[in-house]
């Protein structure tokens, strides 16, 4: 079935390093691509959203890039910080919003 | 503007048991989706309700039902636990019916299966 694969699992950066979090989908028609933060027992949190027609979106540190034909889109965080630390998880619709597995972030003073 | 709220935040149940949780959606959203995440998991859809019309459904057994109200409310149905039915149960509203839709979560409730 349709689904959407996120890498990697875990990751590890030093304070003031960038991090990015690659996502894959397999349903071509899908036109909407979120990404979630989701802190330890929070909910999960809408950080920023790609739709189709652009090719990337910037809000502050966190941008997200879409590759329609390759079929993957990511998101990059930049100067990170404590913060940041969560779990992110992308999103893609295949039918409805279907999840990746979540990447765990860790940013180490 | 009021957030998406559930009830209740914990519950424990044993094996056979039914189960019924409760969401008010985000004001001004008419659509509802259902979601467990299994503890290190991603959330996985379970069904999603529009203009209480069922609107949608993943991958899950017929003794997980949902309802939608009037007031766009709604409330998860499980039947028959199983001990794997332990996990977070995330309700989350939209503004349309659609899949390109943001979707805003509630804070979930936790069920535990012993």
Known sequence: ??????HPSTLSVQEGD????KCTYSDSA???FPWYKQELGKRPQLIIDIRSNVGEKKDQRIAVTLNKTAKHFSLHITETQPEDSAVYFCAAPTGKLIFGQGTTLQVKP | ETGVT??????????GQQVTLRCSSQSGHNTVSWYQQALGQGPQFIFQYYREEENGRGNFPPRFSGLQFPNYSSELNVNALEL????LYLCASSSSGLENSPLH????????VT
């Open chain 1, 18 to 21: 960038s991090a990015v979090i």
């Open chain 1, 1 to 6: 079935g349709e689904n959407v694969e996120q």
């Open chain 1, 30 to 32: 899908s036109n909407y």
């Open chain 2, 6 to 15: 559930q009830s209740p935040t914990h519950l424990i149940k044993t094996r």
């Open chain 2, 105 to 112: 979560f509630g804070n979930g409730t936790r069920l535990t």
């Open chain 2, 84 to 87: 794997d039915d332990s996990a």
